[in-house]
C-alpha cells in the first residue's frame, strides 16, 4: 500500500489533509508531529511524535513513503533542510510544502518584496526549490473553513488576486498529487479560491 507522509499532522492543515486522505483514499498515512500522540487512532496511521530535529526519527517517518507533505510554522529554513535531508537519506523525493503567498510581492497592489514576516517562507521555498527533489510548492492565501474546494492555482511570477483558500482545497490539492505523484513536479504555485 502507498505511503503519505504529513508533518505539522497536528495543525490544522495538517488534520484536514488527513480526513481528506482517509476518506477518499486507501493510501496508508504516517502522522509527524511533536504532539501526534495525542491525535485520535485511526485505521491505516502510524503517528510519530517527535520533532524535525530529531534526525532518525524522521527518516524513519519518510522511509517508504510516496509523498511527503509539509505544513509548519516556526523555524522554516531549518526544518525545510532538516527535511530534504532526510527525504535524500532514505530516498524519497516527492515533496509538497505549504509556504505563504505574497513571498515574491505577487498579491496585487502590494508593495512589499516578500520581506518581513514572510521572509522566512521565502526562505524555505528557496531552500525547496533548490533541493534536487521533485517538490510543488504551494502558496496559499489566507486559510478558512469554508466546506468548498474550489481553487486556482497561480504559477510563480504571476499576479495573485485572490486572497482567501479554504483548508479543504488545498488538502484536495494535495490529494491529487499523491494520486498523481508526476503532477505540478518542479512547480511553485499560488492557490487561491
Not at 525545510?80 to 515533496?95: C, D, F, N, S, Y
Not at 515574491?104 to 526549490?129: H, K
Amino acid at each position: 500500500m502507498a505511503k503519505v507522509t504529513i508533518i505539522g499532522a497536528t495543525g490544522s492543515l495538517g488534520r484536514v489533509t488527513t480526513q481528506t486522505l482517509l476518506s477518499e483514499t486507501d493510501f496508508d498515512l504516517t502522522l509527524f508531529s511533536r504532539s501526534a500522540n495525542h491525535l485520535p487512532d485511526y485505521p491505516r496511521v502510524q503517528k510519530v511524535g517527535a520533532s524535525t530535529s530529531e534526525a532518525s526519527k524522521l527518516a524513519t517517518a519518510i522511509e517508504g513513503s510516496q509523498l511527503v507533505f509539509v505544513a509548519l510554522s516556526g523555524d522554516l529554513p531549518k526544518m525545510a533542510e532538516q527535511i530534504i535531508t532526510a527525504m535524500k537519506k532514505v530516498g524519497v523525493k516527492r515533496l509538497v510544502f505549504i509556504c505563504s503567498y505574497g513571498i515574491y510581492g505577487e498579491i496585487a497592489g502590494s508593495t512589499g518584496n516578500g520581506g518581513g514576516i514572510l521572509r522566512p517562507y521565502r526562505q524555505a521555498a528557496d531552500i525547496v526549490e533548490a533541493s534536487g527533489l521533485d517538490y510543488t510548492i504551494l502558496r496559499p492565501g489566507w486559510f478558512d473553513n469554508g466546506d468548498d474546494t474550489d481553487y486556482q492555482l497561480i504559477p510563480k511570477g504571476e499576479v495573485i488576486y485572490g486572497n482567501t483558500i479554504s483548508r479543504k482545497a488545498i488538502a484536495e490539492v494535495v490529494k491529487q498529487i499523491a494520486e498523481n505523484p508526476h503532477l505540478y513536479v518542479k512547480q511553485n504555485l499560488g492557490i487561491v479560491r
